[in-house]
C-alpha cells in the first residue's frame, strides 16, 4: 500500500507540473539548422536592422562599409563609445525595391594599422513583408521581363542532384556580348543583378546557374529587358 500511495502522488504531482507547463506554453517559432543552405539567414524582416559586434583586441576604432546596387553607405565607431549599430536598411515599413547588401566591418588600431574585417551579406526582398504577389500564370510575359535592379536568389535546393553542393556560379551573359561571372562560396544566398546604369543595355539576357562539384544539371533562364519609355507604331 506504502509504494502504491508513492506511486499515486508521484503521478499526481506529474499532472500538476504537466497542466503547468501546457499553460506555459509559447507560440512556435521557426528554427532554421541548416547554416549551409542560409538565404533565410541573409533575409532582412524589419527595417531596423540592430548590428552587433565584438571589438578585436588591439583595435581602437572601426569603419562599416554598406554597399547595395543603390551606393555606398559608410560610418565610423570608437571602441569606447559603440559595439552595436541600429542600421535603417529603408525608410518605410515596407520597402520600396529590393536590394542585397555587402557589409564590411573594418578593425584599425588608434594608429590605422589594419587588424581584420568582418563581412556579411544581407538582402531586402519584397516577399519578407506581408503578403506577396503570386502571378500563377507559367506562360505569362511578367516572368522572362525585368526593367530594374532585381534580387536573384540561388539554391542547391532548385536541383535535386545537387544536394551536396558547396558552392554556386551564376552567370548572366548579354546577347550583345558582356558576361558577368558571378561565383559565390556557398550552396544558398542571394545576389542583386544592377541592371541600370551600369552598361547592361537593353535586349535578351541568358542566366545560367551551376553548382560546381555536382552531377546536377545546370539551370537556366531567359530574361528581356525593353527599352524604357512608350513605343508607338505608325502606320
Known amino acids: 500500500m506504502k509504494v502504491t500511495g508513492t506511486w499515486m502522488v508521484l503521478a499526481a504531482a506529474a499532472m500538476i507540473l504537466g497542466a503547468e507547463r501546457a499553460g506555459a506554453v509559447s507560440p512556435p517559432i521557426m ?30 576604432k572601426a569603419r562599416l562599409d554598406i554597399t547595395g546596387m543603390g551606393g555606398l553607405f559608410t560610418t565610423n565607431f570608437t571602441k569606447a ?32 594599422v589594419l587588424v581584420e574585417a568582418l563581412t556579411s551579406r544581407l538582402a531586402v526582398v519584397t516577399g519578407a513583408f506581408g503578403a506577396a504577389a503570386v502571378n500563377a ?3 505569362s510575359p511578367a516572368w ?3 526593367k530594374a535592379n532585381v534580387v536573384l536568389p540561388y539554391d542547391a535546393a532548385f536541383a535535386p542532384a545537387a544536394t551536396n553542393a ?8 548579354q ?3 558582356k558576361v558577368q561571372t558571378n561565383a559565390f562560396a556557398d550552396a544558398s544566398g542571394y545576389v542583386g543583378w544592377k541592371i541600370k546604369n551600369n552598361g547592361w543595355g537593353y535586349g535578351t539576357f541568358d542566366l545560367t546557374l551551376t553548382f560546381p562539384g555536382t552531377v546536377a544539371t545546370a539551370l537556366t533562364a531567359e530574361l528581356m529587358r525593353p527599352l524604357d519609355g512608350s513605343a508607338i507604331s505608325l502606320r
Request: proline residues 3%.
Open 137 to 139: 500564370d507559367t506562360n
Open 144 to 146: 522572362s521581363r525585368v
Open 31 to 60: 528554427v532554421n539548422t541548416s547554416p549551409a543552405y542560409g538565404r533565410h539567414w541573409m533575409t532582412v524582416f524589419t527595417n531596423d536592422v540592430n548590428l552587433v559586434w565584438d571589438w578585436s583586441t588591439n583595435a581602437a
Open 81 to 112: 563609445v559603440s559595439s552595436n549599430y541600429l542600421w535603417r536598411a529603408f525608410a518605410s515599413d515596407v520597402p520600396a525595391a529590393e536590394d542585397v547588401y555587402n557589409l564590411t566591418l573594418t578593425f584599425y588600431t588608434a594608429g590605422d
Open 166 to 173: 558547396v558552392t554556386a556560379q551564376l552567370v548572366i551573359a
Open 175 to 177: 546577347e550583345a556580348g
